[in-house]
């Protein structure tokens, strides 16, 4: 078990446009959650899915985000018309059952 | 959202000395967890704390789940180079079902 994956690590883009990223949790979790973090902050709650039921969206969450766990492995997180705002750190983490949550590598997404 | 608040902010201390920080919440919780996190890396877990009362330790560090519910500690014992990095506390609510809420963070800085 390699631990939870995140994909890409970095991304760069230009304000408007779509981006996407995934996370590949640790096998058997069936909790996947999505964090955002700003520089010098702590992560800030996205959403939250047990298996592929997204069970939780905070209200950060604008119409503008967008997240998928279709098989309840792997999720996506879409961001469409990118403003610079977005530009954080998307993490990413998953646990079994408990609340003990164990958190990817992360992407860090810039948008110019 | 829930408030978490850290302190100190950060510190600066030799190796080899013991190092003390806390997280405090005007609210309750049920779970509290200590992450550290490296530049360009997602939160590692160190120690999760299930019970009031809890006091658990992780080789050097030791992490105590106050009394009140509202508070926690995290203890670092003989400080060494590789201990650098920002520790966050994160803590749920027993109201706000899977959320968790993180601190901001204490950053330590470990002069060899």
């Known amino acids: 078990d390699t631990g939870v994956s995140q994909d890409p690590r970095h991304k760069i883009t230009k304000r408007g446009q779509n981006v996407t990223f995934r996370c590949d949790p640790i096998?058997?979790?069936?909790?996947l959650y999505w964090y955002r973090q700003t520089l010098g902050q702590g992560p800030e709650f996205l959403t939250y899915?047990?298996?592929?039921?997204?069970?939780?969206k905070s209200r950060l969450l604008s119409d503008r985000f967008s997240a998928e766990r279709p098989k309840g492995s792997f999720s996506t997180l879409e961001i469409q018309r990118t403003e610079q705002g977005d530009s954080a750190m998307y993490l990413c983490?998953?646990?079994?059952?408990?609340?003990?949550?164990?958190f990817g590598p992360g992407t860090r997404l810039t948008v110019l | 959202g829930q408030q978490l608040n850290q302190s100190p902010q950060s510190m600066f201390i030799q190796e080899g000395e013991d190092v003390s920080m806390n997280c405090t919440s005007s609210?309750?919780?049920?779970?509290w967890l200590w992450y550290k996190q490296e530049p360009g890396e997602g939160p590692v877990l160190l120690i999760a704390?299930?019970?009031?009362?809890e006091l658990t330790s992780n080789g050097r560090l030791t992490a105590q789940f106050g009394i009140t519910r509202k508070d926690s500690f995290l203890n670092i014992s003989a400080s060494i180079p590789s201990d650098v990095g920002i520790y966050f506390c994160?803590?749920?609510?027993?109201?706000?079902?899977?959320?968790?809420?993180f601190g901001t963070g204490t950053s330590l800085t470990v002069i060899p």
């Open positions: 983490a998953s646990s079994l059952h408990t609340d003990t949550q164990y």
């Open positions: 096998s058997e979790h069936n909790r």
């Open positions: 899915f047990q298996n592929e039921a997204q069970l939780e």
């Open positions: 609210s309750i919780f049920n779970t």
């Open positions: 704390l299930y019970k009031a009362g």
């Open positions: 994160a803590g749920q609510h027993p109201n706000t079902g899977n959320q968790f809420y």
